[in-house]
């Protein structure tokens, strides 16, 4: 679903992002944020379901202060990326975008991953022989998912899909939602997140495609798959939980540690499924301390 983005707050840090234009799978153009130098190490930030690039604001910019080159993408069918022609949208459409992005690098870059993205990040490393990444932060997902979580956050984004008379009305319909986070006095962060149609009516930043057509990623899931990714997952690994999540329970993380035993957890208190969103402080801290000990074994 789509969110606004934690601002960062630091004056030292740097808060303008430089937009660019990406290659996916079959030239499909993905646009991007790009946080720091480009001679820093990389790190692609992917959101998750129903985001975009703005979901990582301040996450991209304190890595790009310590030092990180950050690139928050938008996938395929949201924010500003283009749509699939083909209607696909099919997980294995995610991992094709994904290398075709890391064949661009000199150097294997860190994935973080948020729900769908991390998903395609987990695909893309356990599938690979010998990985793709130099870490991995999976950010509130694991093979099995809750399925009734999984409805809720379906259904609140088809509620999106007649549209909203402006962005207040919008960011009503997330307040209701996400009755934990406190709703901001300025909304208008929102409208990154929306797009103004014809008929004068906001609706979110993606392909409708994304969920009804016949290759989404609700039709092409398959848990036993990602079960085999996560065995074979050999870059150092962290899992981020919300505590409160609605899609990952402490069962289902419990499974994921087992099949990744060298993985790090997080579980973050206070934070529902969008934890970078929900607690966008400790998300990242613990999200830089990981990095740290990543850069530190080098």
Same mark, same amino acid.
Do not use: C
């Given at each position: 679903m789509s969110e606004e983005a934690a601002e960062p707050t630091d004056a030292s840090e740097p808060l303008e992002p430089r937009p660019r234009i990406l290659r996916g799978a079959k030239d499909l153009g993905l646009c991007a944020d790009a946080w720091g130098e480009p001679s820093g190490p990389?790190?692609?930030?992917?959101?998750?379901?129903?985001?975009?690039?703005?979901?990582?604001?301040?996450t991209a910019a304190a890595l790009a202060a310590e030092g990180w080159y950050a690139l928050a993408i938008d996938l395929r069918g949201h924010g500003d990326?283009?749509?699939?022609?083909?209607?696909?949208?099919?997980f294995d459409g995610f991992v094709a975008d994904l290398r075709a992005v890391l064949a661009t690098f000199s150097e294997r870059p860190v994935l973080v991953g948020a729900s769908l993205g991390g998903i395609t990040s987990l695909l893309a490393e356990g599938e690979t022989r010998g990985g793709v990444a130099r870490a991995l932060v999976l950010v509130d997902v694991v093979p099995s998912l809750d399925r009734q979580g999984v409805e809720q956050i379906l259904s609140f984004m088809r509620g999106g899909f007649e549209g909203f008379?402006?962005?207040?009305?919008?960011?009503?319909?997330?307040?209701?939602?996400?009755?934990?986070?406190?709703?901001? *006095?300025?909304?208008?962060?929102?409208? *990154?997140?929306?797009?103004l149609h014809d008929d004068g009516r906001y609706r979110w930043h993606w392909d409708p495609q994304f969920l009804t057509g016949d290759r989404r990623p609700a039709a092409t899931r398959n848990p036993e798959r990602?079960?085999?990714a996560a065995r074979a997952v050999g870059a150092p690994t962290l899992l981020v939980r919300g505590r409160k999540s609605e899609l990952v329970t402490a069962e289902g993380a419990r499974e994921f540690l087992d099949l990744v035993p060298h993985?790090?957890?997080?579980?973050?208190?206070?934070?529902?499924?969008?934890v970078a969103g929900d607690r966008?402080?400790?998300?990242?801290?613990?999200?830089?301390?990981?990095?740290?000990?990543q850069r530190d074994a080098v």
């Open positions: 990389p790190v692609l930030l992917l959101h998750g379901g129903g985001q975009t690039r703005h979901s990582w604001g301040g990326s283009e749509w699939a022609p083909d209607g696909d949208y099919s008379a402006n962005v207040e009305e919008a960011a009503d319909a997330i307040a209701e939602y996400l009755p934990h986070r406190p709703r901001p *006095k300025d909304v208008s962060g929102l409208r *990154k997140n929306l797009r990602l079960r085999d993985a790090r957890f997080v579980d973050v208190a206070e934070a529902g499924h969008m966008n402080d400790v998300f990242t801290e613990a999200v830089l301390e990981f990095l740290r000990e």
